[in-house]
Nanobody, 112 residues
C-alpha cells in the first residue's frame, strides 16, 4: 500500500524558511522521480519541484532560487527546503508519487 506522509508545514513570517519532509512507503522509492505540488485557496494545484531518479531537479519559475528539492533514497524521504518565503507561497503543499498517489498535504502560511 502506497503511503506518502508530509510534515514540516506551519506559520512563518515573510523572509523566513521552512523544510518540508515526505516519508514514502509501499513502492521502490529509488526507482521513481518524486515531486512537490501546492494548492492555494481557490486555485489549481501546481507543480513546485520535481527530482528525478538521478537527482536532476526542475522548479516552477516562481520558486527558482528560493526552494530546493532533495531526496534520501536510504530513508525513502523527499524534502523541500523553502527559503525567502513570501505571502504568495501560502498554500497546502503535497508530496506526489508519479504512480498516482498524493500525500494528505501540509499547510504553509506565510504571514506577518
Amino acid at each position: 500500500q502506497v503511503r506518502l506522509v508530509e510534515s514540516g508545514g506551519g506559520l512563518v513570517q515573510p523572509g523566513g524558511s521552512l523544510r518540508l519532509s515526505c516519508a514514502a512507503s509501499g513502492f521502490t522509492f529509488s526507482n521513481y522521480a518524486m515531486a512537490w505540488y501546492r494548492q492555494a485557496p481557490g486555485k489549481q494545484r501546481d507543480m513546485v519541484a520535481i527530482i528525478t531518479i538521478g537527482g536532476r531537479t526542475t522548479y516552477a519559475d516562481s520558486v527558482k532560487g528560493r526552494f530546493t528539492i532533495s531526496r534520501d533514497n536510504a530513508r525513502n524521504m523527499v524534502y523541500l527546503q523553502m527559503n525567502s518565503l513570501e505571502p504568495e507561497d501560502t498554500a497546502v503543499y503535497y508530496c506526489f508519487w508519479p504512480g498516482g498517489y498524493w500525500g494528505q498535504g501540509t499547510q504553509v502560511t506565510v504571514s506577518s
